[in-house]
């Protein structure tokens, strides 16, 4: 089973490459290519940053993005999971997720939310059973390679928080 920890820098070459499976994936995200650390580091939290490793290869990440600058959403926090190929079905995104989930709250974070496009189907599992409910599906949200995309708006609210 992998352990799960805090991502740093070093993890980066092995986080980038979960991140091309995903997009290679087509079901991942919009995303056409991944960018480098400078990019991805600035536009993530530097908190609740994960990596889930078993015999000392990464086999999945997780992490936080803000959802506004507006103070008001300072506890909300879009989050992503990824899980390599090779690791998919063997609990590392429900790990990883997991963790998200209560470093988020330790944190003061409020509400979670994702993204999923619904033929994802692996990923809305991860979420529902982490506590994330369909709050709504974007149609046509966005194009990718031509075709129009829907895109399942799902969000996990803290016990702290009434709904």
Same mark, same amino acid.
Not at 41 to 48: G, K, V
């Given at each position: 089973e992998s352990s799960i920890e805090p991502l740093e820098a070093t993890h980066w070459p092995r986080v980038r490459?979960?991140?091309?499976?995903?997009? #290679?994936?087509?079901?991942?995200?919009? #995303?056409? #290519?991944? *960018?480098?650390?400078?990019v991805w580091? #600035?536009?993530?939290?530097?908190?609740?940053r994960y990596?889930?490793?078993?015999?000392?290869?990464?086999?999945?990440?997780?992490?936080?993005? *803000?959802?506004s600058d507006r103070c008001a959403y300072t506890g909300v926090g879009e989050v992503s999971v990824?899980?390599?190929?090779?690791?998919?079905?063997?609990g590392v995104g429900t790990r990883l997720m997991e963790?998200?989930?209560?470093?988020?709250e330790a944190l003061g974070y409020w509400t979670l939310q994702a993204g999923v496009f619904p033929e994802n189907d692996a990923s809305v599992r991860v979420h529902t059973r982490a506590g994330f409910r369909l709050v709504g599906r974007r149609s046509a949200l966005g194009q990718m390679d031509g075709v129009w995309?829907?895109?399942?708006?799902?969000?996990?609210r803290s016990g702290t928080v009434g709904v």
């Open positions: 490459e979960i991140f091309v499976e995903g997009i #290679e994936s087509g079901n991942a995200t919009f #995303e056409t #290519e991944a *960018p480098d650390w400078e580091d #600035e536009s993530h939290l530097q908190a609740c990596v889930a490793v078993n015999h000392g290869k990464v086999q999945g990440w997780a992490a936080l993005s *803000p959802v990824y899980v390599a190929a090779d690791a998919r079905g063997k963790a998200l989930v209560k470093g988020s995309r829907d895109v399942l708006l799902l969000e996990r």
